[in-house]
């Protein structure tokens, strides 16, 4: 498949976490909550697998640019969802502030914005 279109992907799914993060402090409050929840955890961790997979089984190019970059997202969430499944106790004994989400989300933002640019221009 097409790098560009894992870039655009990224970038939208980038663009949607980040916002709900700033935007959305209701649910910040319910991320704080469910974090605590070892179902909704493992559930996290089926869909990081699931986001993850195609990455990897579709695009496996391992280059000093930012096609590698695409790849070595979907290998660290691949990653991810295999650590959340296996052990949900690791995110669910660790404590969660709305700012750090906020900032996380601040991130996920800034990485959209990167994303965009070089998906579609």
Known sequence: MDSEF??????????????S????K??????IINLQNDTFIISMGYISI???????????????????FVTFFGWLT??????????????SNKSYSQNTLKIRGIFSL????????YGYF
């Open 26 to 31: 209701e649910s910040r409050q319910n991320m």
């Open 78 to 91: 691949l990653i991810k969802g295999f650590v959340l499944v296996c052990y949900p106790q690791f995110v």
């Open 21 to 24: 993060l700033i935007i959305g």
């Open 110 to 117: 800034l990485l959209a914005i990167i994303l965009f640019y």
């Open 6 to 19: 894992f870039l655009k992907f990224l970038a939208i799914l980038s663009l949607i976490n980040g916002t």
């Open 50 to 68: 699931l986001i993850g997979a195609p990455f990897v089984i579709l695009h496996n190019i391992w280059e000093f640019s930012l096609i590698g």
